[in-house]
């Protein structure tokens, strides 16, 4: 028989020892950021961001949409739960900004890189199907409990989508266009932000909507290591067979997700011009 798990561990165990330097300054950096966007969120009394949040919708969506968030998030506020719903929405924000921060410019470079883009793809394959349950282990043993392993693990499981359809908007850009812009000496760097980004940018702000949902999707698995917000309300629900507590709960999280999910659809299904 074989067994990899022991050297996997090795591994880990060998990281942690190592580089606890610099898991220690990725914590600070994270754990600033989350506090940082969690601040903007509890430091306004709560009608405002609820204003704030409606209006966007209203700009992006229409009424319907817009009247489903007023409606929505004052029941999240009256049934007691808005400092935990603006902490999971701290977090899940702050993991997709870095989830996105990484993975467009990987999305990028497998698009214009065959050998980058076949190896890319087994990693991204193995980070969408490993159970988010095994990234919390080394997320802990890195970073300890709390929100920063929750990011961690939450920004694994919700890169791919960016990576992946940031590569398929690139590589759907016709190739009589790309060759009409190099015809008329354009730059790489010129194609790529003037020509390339403009005409992927519906696929990619799709990428950015499904890295949101996977965010959001993580809400609970992350409160197992002590991360907070609204998965911890579901879990308490489940390990004390409170059956009200995590309805409640559960129902915080849907209406955040279909908040989140119509407002960042409504980007991607915007026209985009090419830059001049």
């Known amino acids: 028989m074989i067994h990899i798990g022991p050297y996997i561990e090795q591994f880990i165990n060998w990281l942690t020892l190592h580089f606890s330097g610099?898991?220690?300054a990725i914590k600070?950096?994270?754990?600033?950021?989350?506090?940082?966007?969690?601040?903007?969120f509890m430091f306004p009394p709560f009608y405002v961001i609820i204003l704030l949040i409606a209006f966007l919708a209203w700009k992006r969506t229409g009424m319907g949409v817009t009247i489903l968030t007023l409606f929505g998030l004052t029941l999240i506020w009256a049934m007691?739960?808005?400092?935990?719903?603006?902490?999971?929405?701290?977090?899940?924000?702050?993991?997709?900004?870095?989830?996105?921060?990484l993975g467009i410019p990987v999305g990028i470079w497998a698009a214009k890189n065959p050998m980058a883009k076949k190896i890319i793809r087994p990693i991204l394959d193995f980070m969408q199907t490993m159970p988010a349950f095994v990234y919390l282990i080394p997320a802990v043993l890195f970073f300890g409990l709390g929100k920063v392993p929750g990011a961690f693990a939450t920004i694994i499981f919700a890169m791919p989508p960016a990576v992946r359809l940031t590569t398929l908007g690139i590589s759907q850009v016709p190739e009589d266009i790309v060759e009409a812009t190099r015809s008329f000496g354009a730059t790489s760097r010129q194609l790529l932000f003037k020509v390339e980004l403009p005409l992927a940018l519906p696929t990619i702000l799709a990428g950015v909507n499904q890295t949101i949902m996977m965010a959001l999707s993580m809400v609970v698995i992350s409160a197992m290591i002590a991360a907070g917000g609204l998965g911890e309300v579901v879990l308490k629900g489940i390990t004390q067979l409170k059956i009200g507590i995590g309805f409640e709960g559960g129902i915080s999280v849907v209406i955040l997700a279909i908040?989140?999910?119509?407002?960042t659809q409504s980007?991607?299904?915007?026209?985009?011009?090419i830059s001049d």
């Open 259 to 263: 908040i989140l999910d119509r407002i």
């Open 28 to 40: 600070i950096v994270v754990e600033s950021i989350v506090n940082g966007v969690e601040w903007v």
């Open 267 to 273: 980007f991607g299904s915007k026209k985009v011009k």
């Open 22 to 24: 610099l898991f220690d």
């Open 80 to 101: 007691g739960y808005w400092s935990q719903t603006m902490a999971t929405l701290a977090l899940i924000l702050s993991s997709a900004f870095i989830a996105l921060l």
